[in-house]
Nanobody
Framework: QVQLVESGGGLVQAGDSLRLSCVASGGTFTNYFMAWFRQAPGKEREFVAA????????NYKDSVKGRFTIFRDNAKNTVYLQMNDLKPEDTAVYYCAAGPRGRYYGGRYSQPGTRGDYGMDHWGKGTLVTVSS
């Protein structure tokens, strides 16, 4: 069973940067594409960014393009989310998730789907990011 543990969240001011990390264990990391999601208070969980199994392809929610970067280090079984120029509307609990690597190319992860799981098989417990204005 794949386990995902996020870290790196915290309280920052608008314009600051943070780097989130997610370490995977219990599976073969390169069998999975990885994604970040977030859930703001009182809102639905939403897709933020995804990368394929070798890190050569990425996709982003429109509102974070140019500010956030997802990348992975397969030697460390870790995926990162570099967040720059943070805004108060980025405040949320951020979750990393893993899905079978072939599923990346259908883009299913960008929509919740009927089960609300965005087609992801494994989820971390999340890390809180709070951006003050």
């Amino acid at each position: 069973q794949v386990q995902l543990v996020e870290s790196g969240g915290g309280l920052v001011q608008a314009g600051d940067s943070l780097r989130l990390s997610c370490v995977a264990s219990g599976g073969t990391f390169t069998n999975y594409f990885m994604a970040w999601f977030r859930q703001a208070p009182g809102k639905e969980r939403e897709f933020v960014a995804a990368t394929n199994s070798n890190g050569g392809a990425t996709n982003y929610k429109d509102s974070v393009k140019g500010r956030f970067t997802i990348f992975r280090d397969n030697a460390k079984n870790t995926v990162y989310l570099q967040m720059n120029d943070l805004k108060p509307e980025d405040t949320a609990v951020y979750y990393c998730a893993a899905g079978p690597r072939g599923r990346y190319y259908g883009g299913r992860y960008s929509q919740p789907g009927t089960r609300g799981d965005y087609g992801m098989d494994h989820w971390g417990k999340g890390t809180l990011v709070t951006v003050s204005s």
